[in-house]
């Protein structure tokens, strides 16, 4: 394992029955880094970083944090953790939920210190219960870096949450970054893999379609997207040859393609009055798609 | 840094028992029923409709009082691990502390005092109720022989709660966890005396052997010597709870 790898999976395979939820996957978490696992439902980050946190173990392969097995305690000590689907015990306050936690560290930061950090001394004294679902991923926010982890994992963090508390969420975790910690990030929000992630790493079907930064994953695909006002209808312009999707906003059409000087050339014949044409690269989203199509096919 | 010095690990301890407690004190619910529940029955039984007949048979006075005793002992161990960890497994808790760097054992541990606690509270009620109203002749001695027997008592009921616990989910946990406790009331006899017949099977039953030693702290010569119940209650304990704790470790 390299230095400046604080977590790896070596060739991993993980079965289910007849599923195979992982096959042969190699995965690395570098130091000071933000990681963005993305992948369709069942493409395998869930078990991927279950087998990272020790509570599950590899058919084959190797599970490393730190460069030793997971289930030692003493490498744990070292790691933050935000689950998507964990209901805490609703009786206890959020100081005390980070309270508990941050026993379970050497040197944890005061309770008051991580709401502080991450903006929820509002929600001390409030029964975790009584909180609602955003406020509940805040606190559990907290309780993920209460312990000063060197490595964090966060499973959908911002699910729930109110742009303030996303944009509070995303500069602190800028901050750790900056500070030197390492985060692995699984979301379903395209648009928060592409403003935070240093690497992305695509799962499909248990494998690892690509990784690489954000700008590398969309320089995978040659798709682009052109958008202008155009009076053509969307329905001529979708059986042109290079032409993916189609979508119109009011007078607005937004259209995917393989080709976009071609397509580009063809709009200005077809239409005088064409406005406002933007040709962009493909966003992360579009390139996840086509990324993961490709396996699925 | 990743290494914990002896006094942060008793601290871990330390405060997942503290917030243990603070859970149980904030779910009355809970607490409640499990800590009047013995002694307001016994009162009930022993007082209030057979009193006059029990103050006449010391021996009858004794059994009923251990019947109610145990039965309050059995209530905290059972349901505070058989329906509280199922729920915990199924809502993710568990997971997540396996996760975490928590210290060995220490949600189990702290569970485990929780439901001591709650025997020697269940014990010292009774106590006090059968010496005021149920004018039962209790000692120092032997309250504090049963207080211990009963505290120490709970750990088989605790045993078999956490394996109910690791089986179940949280939806039929209470169910499964019921079964066990109602059946176990009637038929290791600590509530009535059983026919013949049926004396063989009460050994089974961890309520049977906790009973017999809490006679024997009452002074009871009747049933044997304590070493054969104090065996069964441990062998008990260790099976159902090494069995728990292997299937928690495997599939939490």
New interface residues.
Partial sequence: MKADCLAQLSGVSKRFGKIVALDGLDLDVRRSELLAVLGPNGAGKTTAISLLLGLRQPDTGTALLFGQSPLKVETRRQVGVMMQEVALAPELRVREQIDLIASYYPDPLSPEAAMEMTDTTALSHRPYGKLSGGQKRQAQFAMAICGRPKLLFLDEPTVGLDVQAREMLWATLRRLVDDGASIVLTTHYLEEAEALADRVAVLAKGKLIASGTVNEIRALVVRKRISCVTTLAEQDVAIWPDVQTVNREQQRLHITVSNAENVVRHLLAADDDLQELEVRRAGLSEAFTELTQETQR | ?????NG?LV??YL??AK?ET??ML??PAFAIPFLALPAGLYLLFAVVLFGDALRMDERAGWFVFTGFDVFGVMGPGLFGFGMVVAMERE???L??K???????GASLLAKLLMAMLFGSLVTLTMIVAAMTLGHLPITAEQAWTIARINTLGSLPFCALGLFIGTLTTAKSAPAFTNLIYIAMIYLSGIMFPLPASMKAQAQIWPAFHLAQLTFIGLGSTEVGGPLVHVVVLTAITVVFAGLAIRRLARV?
């Fill in positions: 840094m990743n290494t914990m010095n942060r601290r871990a405060t997942e917030y603070v859970r904030r779910t809502q993710g808790l997971t997540l396996r996760a975490l760097p928590m210290p060995a939490g």
